[in-house]
Nanobody
Framework: VQLVESGGGLVQPGGSLRLSCAAS????????MGWYRQAPGKKRELVAV???????NLSDSVKGRFTISRDNAKNTLYLLMNSLKPEDTAVYYC????????????WGQGTQVTVSS
C-alpha cells in the first residue's frame, strides 16, 4: 500500500484546509486509518483516527475543529481542518495500520501545514 498526502499549504489563523490521503494498492488487514502530525522539535502525535467500523477519535486539541472521514470508493482518507491555529503548524502524515499486527503499518510522505498571518 502506498499513501500520498495532498492539500497542505499556508493558511491564515482561522482558515481551513482539507487534507487528502490517496491509497494505492490494498491490504485487507488494515483496520485503522489516521492522521498524525509532527511539529519542529516535537514528537509525532495522533490527530485523528477512524477504525474499520467507522468510529472516529480525535485528539483533544482538535476536537470541534477537525473532522476525519474516508471515501471507500476512492480509497481516500480526508482531514478537514477548520478554525486553524498557529499551533496546528506541522507536517501531517496519514497512516494505515492493523492495530493488532505491527507489521501492517503504512505511512505517507507527509504534507506541510503552516498557519500564519
Amino acid at each position: 500500500v502506498q499513501l500520498v498526502e495532498s492539500g497542505g499549504g499556508l493558511v491564515q489563523p482561522g482558515g481551513s484546509l482539507r487534507l487528502s490521503c490517496a491509497a494505492s494498492g490494498s491490504d485487507s488487514s488494515v483496520n485503522s486509518m489516521g492522521w498524525y502530525r509532527q511539529a519542529p522539535g516535537k514528537k509525532r502525535e495522533l490527530v485523528a483516527v477512524i477504525i474499520s467500523g467507522g468510529s472516529t477519535n480525535l485528539s483533544d486539541s482538535v476536537k470541534g475543529r477537525f473532522t476525519i472521514s474516508r471515501d471507500n470508493a476512492k480509497n481516500t482518507l480526508y482531514l478537514l481542518m477548520n478554525s486553524l491555529k498557529p499551533e496546528d503548524t506541522a507536517v501531517y502524515y496519514c497512516n494505515f495500520r492493523n492495530v493488532f499486527r505491527s507489521e501492517t503499518d503504512y505511512w505517507g510522505q507527509g504534507t506541510q501545514v503552516t498557519v500564519s498571518s
